[in-house]
């Protein structure tokens, strides 16, 4: 069976971002990009279905700029045998995302698609659960643990109050959670040999699908400031605080 993953490259989650000036989005000159956390949890799921003996080959598949290639390697060099950037300028937004994957999976034929359960750039949480309509398949969203099992695969999801399992037939779409696993560091000498691996460029323009975007960003603001914390001399301090001040008492 072979596992698509789709990667996306985001500012870094450790980069303290600016916006504009303008207030027209988020300033990315000069930012340090990385894979979206959530897929690098996907691709350690991936690879560790496939070191299972579950899963023959890992395909990693990002969709933007010309330097999405990065983070291809970064899932190669993590341990996915091979990569696909379909290249694309400008924010693409998710429903031209899932439609491009659909293309994707038309070619590839993979058993098991495992995305991100959201990008931390747009917070969307849409690619997974559109691909999932538009293929026509099962979906397991959140998954915080994987099973194959009879032919189908168990997903543990994180709902509110608690864990669900259910079982899906394949093929289907998986979109990872926090707590799925940790994923592991790209080891120098996996670098090195992911330089290697072949990486397929294609104009994502040659799918036919509509990139122009749906939603206008009217407004793109900092979070207010928030007040420094303060030290209280007693808990009785603290009560009369809540009550007075926070009013939450
Ligand atoms: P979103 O729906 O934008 O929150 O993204 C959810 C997941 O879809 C991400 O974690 C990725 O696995 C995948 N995804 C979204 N955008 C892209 C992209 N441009 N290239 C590759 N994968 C993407």
New binding site residues.
């Given amino acids: 069976m072979k596992i698509l ?5 985001v500012v870094d989650y450790n980069v303290n971002i600016r916006v504009k000036a303008d207030g027209s989005g988020v300033d990315l000159a000069n930012v340090k990009m990385s894979m ?1 956390p ?2 690098e949890i ?1 691709v350690e799921e991936a690879l560790r279905l496939r070191e299972a003996g579950a899963a023959s080959e890992v395909v990693a ?4 700029p010309k330097e ?1 290639q990065e ?1 291809v390697r970064t899932a190669l060099a993590m341990g996915a045998d091979r990569g696909i950037v ?1 290249e ?1 300028e400008g924010n ?1 937004e ?1 429903l031209a ?2 439609k491009l ?1 659909k293309a994707i999976v038309a070619e590839e034929a993979p058993g098991l698609v ?6 931390i ?11 999932a309509a538009l293929l026509g398949w099962p979906q397991g969203t959140f998954a915080s643990k994987l099973v194959l099992a009879d032919s189908g695969i168990e997903v543990t999801r994180e709902v509110d109050g608690g864990l669900q399992t259910v079982r899906l037939a394949l093929p289907a779409i998986i ?2 959670d926090l707590r799925l696993n940790e994923p592991r560091y790209a080891s120098l000498p996996n670098i090195m040999k992911a330089k290697k691996k072949p990486i397929d460029f294609r104009p994502a323009a040659q799918y036919g699908v509509d990139l122009t975007p749906r939603l206008t960003v009217l407004k793109t603001a900092e979070p207010p400031a928030r007040p420094a914390g303060r030290r209280l001399a007693s808990v009785a301090e603290l009560v009369d605080r809540l009550k007075t001040e926070a009013g939450v008492l």
């Avoid at 993953?5 to 490259?9: G, Q």
């Avoid at 598949?61 to 933007?64: D, H, K, L, N, Q």
């Avoid at 750039?121 to 691909?131: A, C, F, I, P, V």
């Fill in positions: 993953v789709p990667v996306k490259r979206n959530f897929d996907a598949v990002s969709i933007g999405a983070t379909l694309a693409v998710p995302v899932a994957l495992i995305l991100g359960k959201q990008a750039d747009d917070d969307s949480n849409q690619t997974g659960q559109m691909l979109t990872a």
